[in-house]
Nanobody, 117 residues
Framework: QVQLVESGGGLVQAGGSLRLSCVVSGITSGINVMGWYRQDPGNQRELVASITKGGIANYRDSVKGRFTISRDNAKNTMYLQMNSLKPEDTAVYYC???????????WGQGTQVTVSS
């Protein structure tokens, strides 16, 4: 079993910054790609950024240049540094980890990010 626990969400003014963390515990040896997703009411969950075990990162266009994803494999922790936040970034942010070999998909419980204008 794998457990993911997010932290770091909160309320921030537009233009501000937050850093999200996701700690992974359990049997983590099979984890390959990790990512951050977000979902606000009435919309589907969307991928914000992903990162491979080797550190290759991808971002959705709307956050490029503002968000940075990183991971510390030794600490089994993933981060999302969010700068220049906009009200449209408001959502519940979820941590995701994939075991591509076994076909498993793990999710955290989510952390709320609210950006006020």
């Amino acid at each position: 079993q794998v457990q993911l626990v997010e932290s770091g969400g909160g309320l921030v003014q537009a233009g501000g910054s937050l850093r999200l963390s996701c700690v992974v515990s359990g049997i983590t040896s099979g984890i390959n790609v990790m990512g951050w997703y977000r979902q606000d009411p009435g919309n589907q969950r969307e991928l914000v950024a992903s990162i491979t075990k080797g550190g290759i990162a991808n971002y959705r266009d709307s956050v490029k240049g503002r968000f940075t994803i990183s991971r510390d494999n030794a600490k089994n922790t993933m981060y999302l540094q969010m700068n220049s936040l906009k009200p449209e970034d408001t959502a519940v942010y979820y941590c995701n980890a994939k075991d591509l070999l076994r076909g498993y998909d793990y999710w955290g419980q989510g952390t709320q990010v609210t950006v006020s204008s």
